[in-house]
Nanobody
Framework: QVQLVESGGGLVQVGGSLRLSCAASGRTFGSYAMGWFRQAPGKEREFVAGFSWRDGSTTYTSYADSVKGRFTISRDNAKNTVFLQMNSLKPEDTAVYYC?????????????????????WGQGTQVTVSS
């Protein structure tokens, strides 16, 4: 089991920035692929950002086209925490943002963009961008 707790959401004006955090506890943090999703009212939960890796060590990031160049995902393994830095926010970024974890036992992995493939979820944090 792994527990995920998001924080850092809030109300921000167009063009502003927010930094979301996801603190993980439970089983070994490094065994899980972490990702960020979001869900706006009346819409399906969608992929925002995640990690991929190859050869068991080289890590790279993946982003939804809608956030590429504005959002950055990062992690601090020592603190079992994943971050999502969001810059140049737009009204269409308004949503509940969720942290997700997927157990992966492989030296090669491409970030899954399907919410159904993730095993654990945080409670979500609201991000509202006002114009």
């Amino acid at each position: 089991q792994v527990q995920l707790v998001e924080s850092g959401g809030g109300l921000v004006q167009v063009g502003g920035s927010l930094r979301l955090s996801c603190a993980a506890s439970g089983r070994t943090f490094g065994s899980y692929a972490m990702g960020w999703f979001r869900q706006a009212p009346g819409k399906e939960r969608e992929f925002v950002a995640g990690f991929s890796w190859r050869d068991g060590s080289t890590t790279y990031t993946s982003y939804a086209d809608s956030v590429k160049g504005r959002f950055t995902i990062s992690r601090d393994n020592a603190k079992n925490t994943v971050f999502l830095q969001m810059n140049s926010l737009k009204p269409e970024d308004t949503a509940v943002y969720y942290c997700a974890a997927k157990l992966v036992d492989s030296s090669w992995y491409i970030a899954s963009r399907s919410a159904r493939e993730y095993d654990y979820w945080g409670q979500g944090t609201q991000v509202t961008v006002s114009s």
